[in-house]
């Protein structure tokens, strides 16, 4: 059973930048889709960014140009750098596949964007 674990959440002003790490155990990434997915306080989780075995990229259109997604898949780890930050990215993000396992759900990272 694959284990996920986000990290490198933190407090960044408005228009800095910031990287997310999500490593996996008990299990291989290899040949799976890997994705980035954010709750908002009050609002359902959504799908920000996914990125395939083969690196073909999907986003949601709110972060085109400012959030990458990068795998490697011998570390087992994936990505997600994100720049240009905006108040409206606070959330906690969390990686999972895509579609998502749901027992491999982790704790996820907190971002916080202050103006």
């Known amino acids: 059973q694959v284990q996920l674990v986000e990290s490198g959440g933190d407090l960044v002003e408005s228009g800095g930048s910031l990287g997310l790490s999500c490593s996996a155990s008990?299990?291989?990434?290899?040949?799976?889709?890997m994705a980035w997915y954010r709750q908002a306080p009050g609002k359902e989780r959504e799908m920000v960014i996914s990125i395939t075995d083969g690196n073909s990229v999907e986003y949601l259109p709110s972060v085109a140009g400012r959030f990458i997604i990068v795998r490697d898949n011998a570390k087992n780890t994936a990505y997600l750098q994100m720049n240009n930050l905006r108040l409206e990215d606070t959330a906690v993000y969390y990686c999972?596949?895509?579609?998502?396992?749901?027992?491999?759900w982790g704790q996820g990272t907190q971002v916080t964007i202050s103006a």
């Open positions: 999972n596949f895509r579609p998502p396992e749901p027992s491999a």
């Open positions: 008990g299990g291989r990434i290899n040949l799976r889709t």
